[in-house]
């Protein structure tokens, strides 16, 4: 299996444009996280989904972060207006079920200026 | 709020030594998890440990939970310059299907 796919692996973008970050999860798996990850918070998680329906987004930070899981294969983060403290890792994972191991992406890497 | 940390946040030791990571959580869970991050790379599962296991064994490594105490360990023995790397614990907080994770430990291994 190719594992957990996302793309970019890199943007630089400037302050106000919108950010669209996908994933491709591991065929079969039926959950999908999303996590940032920054020095100052560590790793976060933002969102996850179950079976294409988002379960907990506690973790998204405002308005302007939303994500889709519009079938089993494919989700995106989208940030609108991005700003600079958006900078962060972005990882996608997914995993088979419940207490199992999460396989994680090799993450997109965003800047913000 | 993290649901697991990592003591020590750094660790530096010579190649061959054994180096010792520890994770203290908050609530009851289901099962404890390490990963691993190389500089610049995703995280690579290392090792589960159910509530109800004590120790767990995977080659090099040795994980302990104490759920008594709500805390776990990660040995790696007989260290190598490859094992540089970040490690992290994860809990999924008795909440079935969110892991959440701690602020890791930077590991570095001199050769």
């Known amino acids: 299996d190719a594992g957990v796919i996302q793309s970019p692996r890199h943007e630089v973008t400037e302050m106000g444009q919108e950010v669209t970050l996908r994933c491709k999860p591991i065929s079969g798996h039926d959950y999908l996280f999303w996590y940032r990850q920054t020095m100052m918070r560590g790793l976060e998680l933002l969102i996850y989904?179950?079976?294409?329906?988002?379960?907990?987004d506690s973790g998204m930070p405002e308005d302007r972060f939303s994500a889709k899981m519009p079938n089993a294969s494919f989700s995106t983060l989208k940030i609108q207006p991005s700003e600079p403290r958006d900078s962060a890792v972005y990882f996608c994972?997914?995993?088979?079920?419940?207490?199992?191991?999460?396989?994680f992406g090799e993450g997109s890497w965003l800047t913000v200026v | 709020s993290q649901q697991g940390e990592e003591d020590p946040q750094a660790l530096s030791i010579q190649e061959g030594e054994n180096a010792t990571m520890n994770c203290s959580y908050k609530?009851?869970?289901?099962?404890l998890q390490w990963y691993r991050q190389n500089s610049g790379r995703g995280l690579v599962h290392l090792i589960l440990i159910r509530s109800n296991e004590r120790e767990k064994h995977s080659g090099r490594l040795r994980v302990t939970l104490d759920t008594s105490k709500k805390s776990s360990s990660l040995l790696i023995t007989a260290s190598r310059a490859a094992d540089t790397a970040s490690y992290f614990c994860?809990?999924?907080?008795?909440?079935?299907?969110?892991?959440?994770f701690g602020q890791g430990t930077e590991l570095s291994v001199k050769p």
């Open positions: 994972a997914s995993t088979p079920g419940v207490w199992n191991t999460i396989y």
């Open positions: 609530t009851s869970i289901n099962n």
């Open positions: 994860a809990t999924d907080g008795n909440q079935g299907g969110k892991l959440i």
């Open positions: 989904f179950n079976n294409n329906v988002p379960i907990d």
